[in-house]
């Protein structure tokens, strides 16, 4: 099976993280998202003891809340003693709500308003990532109108190209993230961040993109950043504390995805950036990473309700489902894939099907061409694999179809972390 808390039992049904998929759907309905809890704990200690053994104690995986945002999983990365990279006042909220410490928060974004920046440093989040110029002119008045000094770290491009899709790309030159090191605007930027009186600049963040596999792209960057912070100092005698590589690390959607061993890039990155740092003369920094999705991707499974089959001959056949783009857009929007299982049966005659939602719009699809029992029929259940990262976020109420539950796996139990939406909760804000 694609990850181990995925099981066929020899009834032919489906178990996730030892429980009846089946079960599960007929408790708390369909569409459902399932998390499975023990294996979000199980990611986030392979961070932190791969960061303890390499980088040492000071050094901190934030978890990259866009992948999956609730609170009960910010009670989790509090529990684990993880720290949090947000990007929004909504983030934020959900983790302070959440009882998680405000100075463990990194608060990022491009586009930070008065309002957003106002609401982060009044809730004393730790750090602010920086990514541009009007940002680093706008949070030192609104400092200064405080009376704080606010920890920052400035967001850096390092001009890498880490081979993913291109919408998830952050890390090339002319990305709208960060301000590169290539056109010099990187020194400057640091320069001006210097001279700000209510900010402490404690290092530098980039982030080159999203479901890498390529195994030195990390190895890259922290040559590039590491270079760039000899040049710092070299040219403006500061010594960085901090270094951010961001978050990126792939994940296994299908069975021809590699694995990655990520203690094992973690080490090696560890081991380059104490190499290069040691050429250069340099005490290496307090190490950080923001891992999202393969902290909680393969912690999810969608379970669906068939709703109709269709079969057009010549052509292809249909699996309509209770869900679709709204609460998975994923294939739409980047063409990702997916595994695919019907969660009661699995011998039998198989055929093709694309798996779509109800969305009135064709290009609703789950995902194309899978392989289902031939008979697969209204009523059966399926499931979708590796829901866990970007599925539950950025789902929509898109034909105001309300949002499925989040419902929690934790050793043999179950719980509500998100109940579903009703018809009612999207129609409040509505005059
Ligand atoms: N840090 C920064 C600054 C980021 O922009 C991201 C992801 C992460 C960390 C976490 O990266 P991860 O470890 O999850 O790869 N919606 C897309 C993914 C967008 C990722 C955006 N940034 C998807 O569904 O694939």
Same mark, same amino acid.
């Given at each position: ?14 178990? #996730? ?24 704990? +199980? ?9 303890? %053994? ?35 006042? @909504? ?44 940002? =680093?002119?706008?949070?030192? %008045?609104?400092?200064?109108?405080? @009376? ?36 010099? +605007? ?21 982030? *080159? ?8 792209? #990390?190895?890259?960057?922290?040559? =590039? ?13 500061? *010594? #960085? %504390? ?11 959607? *299908? ?34 990473? %923001? ?31 209770? @869900? ?42 789950? +995902? ?64």
């Amino acid at each position: 099976m694609l990850c181990d808390n995925i099981r066929r039992e020899t009834d032919g049904k489906l178990s #996730f993280a030892g429980q009846s998929v089946c079960a599960l759907a007929d408790r708390y309905g369909t569409p459902l998202y399932l998390m499975d809890e023990d294996r979000i704990r +199980q990611n986030c200690r392979m961070y932190l003891s791969a960061f303890r %053994e390499h980088f040492g104690d000071g050094a901190l995986p934030l978890y990259a809340g866009k992948a999956a945002a609730f609170r009960q999983m910010y009670r989790i990365m509090a529990e684990e003693g993880m720290g949090v990279d947000a990007v929004s006042p @909504g983030e934020i909220a959900t983790a302070l709500s959440a009882g998680f410490p405000a100075e463990r928060i990194y608060y990022h974004g491009d586009g930070k308003t008065d309002a957003d920046i106002a609401f982060a440093l009044d809730r004393g989040v730790g750090c602010f990532i920086v990514d541009n110029g009007n940002e =680093l002119v706008a949070l030192n %008045e609104a400092a200064a109108e405080r @009376g704080v000094k606010q920890k920052i770290l400035l967001r850096i491009t390092p001009g890498i190209d880490p081979h993913t899709y291109k919408a998830i790309n952050t890390g090339a030159v002319d990305v709208k993230f960060g301000v590169p090191v290539e056109t010099g +605007q990187a020194m400057e930027f640091v320069r001006a961040a210097l001279g700000m009186k209510q900010l402490s600049l404690a290092g530098l963040h980039c982030h *080159v993109g999203s479901m890498v596999f390529d195994e030195d792209v #990390f190895l890259r960057t922290a040559e =590039l950043m590491a270079g760039f912070m000899a040049e710092v100092r070299d040219e403006l005698g500061v *010594v #960085f %504390e901090e270094l951010n590589l961001g978050g990126g690390y792939g994940v296994r959607y *299908v069975d021809a995805d590699p694995a990655a061993d990520i203690p094992a890039r973690i080490g090696e990155v560890a081991a380059r950036l104490r190499t290069l740092f040691g050429e250069n003369d340099l005490p290496l920094p307090r190490f950080l990473m %923001e891992p999202g999705r393969s902290i909680v991707a393969d912690a999810g499974m969608t379970v669906y309700t068939v709703c109709s089959v269709k079969r057009i001959p010549g052509y292809k056949s249909y699996v309509i489902t209770d @869900g679709g783009m709204t609460d998975n857009p994923r294939y739409c929007l980047y063409g990702a894939a997916y595994t695919v299982l019907h969660a009661s049966r699995h011998g039998g005659l198989r055929a093709i099907f694309d798996l779509a939602g109800r969305c009135c719009e064709s290009g609703d699809i789950i +995902q194309p061409a899978i392989s289902l029992p031939a008979g697969t029929t209204r009523g059966d259940r399926i499931a979708v694999c590796t829901t866990g990262a970007y599925n539950y976020a950025m789902a929509s109420n898109y034909n105001r179809f309300p949002r499925p539950p989040v419902v929690m796996l934790r050793g043999g139990e179950s719980y509500l972390a998100v109940r579903r939406e009703t018809v009612e909760d999207v129609l409040a804000l509505d005059l």
